[in-house]
């Protein structure tokens, strides 16, 4: 429970830091992330920003590979929603920004041998930060982000006598290609 109130803490702190330059952008931005389409899922992001701050949602799927979930016996498949609130620190529309997220998955898990399969749906909140960077092609931006996510019912699962090994917190990074209207 301490851990919890010392990420909420950090998050709400870093959030309400006031800056010397506000920006002034009012637009929005559709986005997709490459990596969800490599692991043969979708992702794809609507939001708007309005001063120095961004409201966004987020849908995405994917197949989570072995390598990185490190359960050889297990498949897994994340189906979620995300909102994020995202803080941008300079003059420009682009540029760090920093924010907390909140989230809820459909985690689909399958047992490889017995093709056994267990649904769970999971909540999260972290914090995530990145840059948008726009690249000089008219409106669009590209925007490699990075975050820690707190699984909050993020306990392992069984399935035919193995155990798909879970841990509430994760780390994760991704980048994503957007384009902006109104700007």
Request: glycine fraction near 14%; proline fraction near 5%.
């Amino acid at each position: 429970m301490r851990f919890r109130s010392s990420f909420l803490a950090i998050i709400l702190f870093v959030c309400a830091v006031p800056t010397s330059a506000q920006p002034e952008a009012h637009h929005v931005d559709l986005e997709v992330e490459p990596l969800a389409y490599t692991f043969g899922g979708a992702g794809g992001h609507v939001a708007v920003q309005a001063g120095a701050w961004k409201y966004e949602v987020e849908v995405f799927s994917l197949e989570i590979p072995r390598s990185l979930h490190g359960n050889d016996r297990f498949s897994a498949s994340p189906f979620g929603a995300e909102l994020h609130f995202e803080r941008f620190f300079g003059e420009s529309p682009g540029g760090f920004y920093v924010g907390p997220e909140v989230g809820i998955v459909r985690l689909d898990v399958t047992h490889r041998s017995s093709q056994t399969s267990e649904r769970h749906l999971r909540y999260s909140a972290g914090v995530r930060g990145g840059y948008q960077w726009y690249i000089g092609l008219g409106n669009l931006y590209v925007s490699p982000v990075v975050g820690l996510s707190y699984t909050l019912n993020g306990e392992s699962i069984s399935i035919g006598g193995d155990t798909f090994e879970s841990t509430p917190l994760g780390p994760w990074g991704t980048v994503g290609i957007g384009w902006s209207f109104g700007r």
